[in-house]
């Protein structure tokens, strides 16, 4: 089970973090991603963090804004928002792909659990 928190209002320019607390997993076994579905259009992918942590992959839309990092020992994934701007408007979801599924980071249909969603809304 994926738990995420963390969303809100922000102001363009201001930061958020998200946090997704993973629970009946092996969680050092998991990619962990986040997507973003913004009202009205598809999900897509945002950020992904390997299963060791040493590796970070990132849309181009967020790349130098947001940080992806987890902590094993609490068996967690936050996403880092900074400079924030009203297209990141969107319910973020956060997911695990078991390491073995060998499948992309970036396609959703690859990953095999998925968390409720927290809304993000940043206003100009």
């Known amino acids: 089970q994926l738990q995420a928190s963390g969303g809100g209002l922000v102001q363009a320019g201001g930061s958020r973090r998200l946090s997704c607390a993973a629970s009946?997993?092996?969680?050092?076994?998991?990619?962990m991603g986040w997507f973003r579905q913004a009202p009205g259009k598809e999900r897509n992918f945002v950020a992904a963090i390997s299963w060791s942590g040493g590796s970070t992959y990132y849309v181009d839309s967020v790349k130098g804004r947001f940080t992806i990092s987890r902590d094993g020992a609490k068996n967690t994934v936050y996403l880092q928002m900074n400079s924030l701007k009203p297209e990141d408007t969107a319910v973020y979801y956060c997911?695990?792909?078991?390491?073995?599924?060998?499948?992309?980071?970036?396609?959703?249909?690859?990953?095999?659990?998925w968390g409720q969603g927290t809304l993000v809304t940043v206003s100009s």
């Open positions: 997911a695990a792909q078991n390491k073995y599924n060998s499948g992309s980071y970036s396609m959703g249909i690859d990953y095999n659990y």
């Open positions: 009946g997993l092996t969680f050092s076994r998991y990619v």
